[in-house]
Nanobody
Framework: QVQLVESGGGLVQAGGSLRLSCAASGRTFGSYAMGWFRRAPGKGREFVAAISWSGGGAEYAEYADSVKGRFAISRDNAKNTVSLQMNSLKPEDTAVYYC??????????????WGQGTQVTVSS
């Protein structure tokens, strides 16, 4: 099982950028799909982005419509990390962001096991 620790959150003004990182333990990181979710105050957890595992062909990524064109997910298998570059941030991006792992992107989307998360606050 992969253990995940999120970092990189903070306070940023609208229009700014942040880069979140998720450090994963385990020798088989490269064989996991990875993803990011978020939970805004008073709302349920929502899918943000996911990236497939590196084996079996080219990587591909999926994004929520609300973040397409602004956020980019990437992975570094040598460092066992997955990152979320967030640009053009909006106040509605304010949330606790969580990392997730699974055998495929479908499994990531169905994830129900969560770590501490990292807080992102976007001021207007």
């Amino acid at each position: 099982q992969v253990q995940l620790v999120e970092s990189g959150g903070g306070l940023v003004q609208a229009g700014g950028s942040l880069r979140l990182s998720c450090a994963a333990s385990g020798r088989t990181f490269g064989s996991y799909a990875m993803g990011w979710f978020r939970r805004a105050p008073g709302k349920g957890r929502e899918f943000v982005a996911a990236i497939s595992w590196s084996g079996g062909g080219a990587e591909y990524a999926e994004y929520a419509d609300s973040v397409k064109g602004r956020f980019a997910i990437s992975r570094d298998n040598a460092k066992n990390t997955v990152s979320l570059q967030m640009n053009s941030l909006k106040p509605e991006d304010t949330a606790v962001y969580y990392c997730a792992a699974g055998p495929t992107v479908v499994h990531v989307r169905r994830n129900n096991s969560w770590g501490q998360g990292t807080q992102v606050t976007v001021s207007s």
